[in-house]
């Protein structure tokens, strides 16, 4: 059961680098999302897609980049790299659109990314 | 801008204790959802409560969704340590949206 894998798991660039966190699951799932972590601010929305070739901004879009051209695929780019994007990064999937009551709301998440920029 | 908090933030307890984590917000959201995060894995669901008042049990832990909707609490009776855990509270805003509070870092000591 692979669920939602993310690539890499931990990366370090340097400040004006650019990289793609991958993230992929094979449940089928319409929604995917990514959210960033950082101490005492819990989970944040960077971007979402509620299925394939529809993106749309979450609370945090700024410096990150998605695209959705298969259901089972959601990377997300950062085009230049800066300090404050020191976090760790999640992908979501659901069902159905998140929140809902029964199995179709549930968010599974992947293991995480952690990334380092100097 | 919708936001939650979470309280207390960081909670250690002794084997057995039992304890309460709030989840408060200003807004009103259409329902809300627990989970559970262990070190260097995401968050797990726990529980779902989406009717204003609702009370839902799993084995030791009490899920109540506040009557107007703008609150809920986490009941934990007779703590364990495989409990210890972040607990993360997250509200749905629209229908294509969830937002997740700050958590709290419960730590049970055997």
């Known amino acids: 059961n692979a669920g939602v894998t993310q690539t890499p798991k931990f990366q370090v660039l340097k400040t004006g680098q650019s990289m793609t966190l991958q993230c992929a699951q094979d449940?089928?799932?319409?929604?995917m999302s990514w959210y960033r972590q950082d101490p005492g601010m819990g989970l944040r929305l960077i971007h979402y897609?509620?299925?394939?070739?529809?993106?749309d901004q979450g609370e945090v879009p700024n410096g990150y980049n998605v695209s959705r051209s298969t259901t089972e695929d959601f990377p997300l780019r950062l085009l230049s790299a800066a300090p404050s994007q020191t976090s760790v990064y999640f992908c979501?999937?659901?069902?159905?659109?998140?929140?809902?009551?029964?199995?179709?709301?549930?968010?599974?998440f992947g293991e995480g990314s952690r990334l380092t920029v100097l | 801008t919708q936001l939650l908090e979470q309280s207390p933030q960081f909670l250690s307890i002794q084997e057995g204790e039992n304890l309460t984590v709030y989840c408060n917000s200003s807004?009103?959201?259409?329902?809300l959802q627990w989970y559970r995060q262990e070190p260097g894995e995401g968050p797990v669901l726990l529980v779902t409560?989406?009717?204003?008042?609702e009370v839902k049990k799993l084995k030791r832990l009490t899920f109540q969704f506040g009557d107007a909707r703008k609150d809920s609490s986490l009941h934990i009776t007779a703590a364990q340590p495989g409990d210890t855990g972040l607990y993360l509270c997250?509200?749905?805003?629209?229908?294509?949206?969830?937002?997740f509070g700050p958590g709290t870092s419960l730590s049970v000591i055997p």
């Open positions: 979501a999937s659901s069902y159905s659109y998140p929140g809902l009551a029964g199995v179709g709301g549930e968010l599974f």
């Open positions: 449940m089928n799932h319409e929604y």
């Open positions: 897609s509620v299925g394939a070739g529809i993106t």
């Open positions: 807004s009103v959201f259409s329902s």
């Open positions: 409560v989406v009717t204003g008042g």
């Open positions: 997250a509200g749905k805003t629209s229908y294509d949206k969830v937002i």
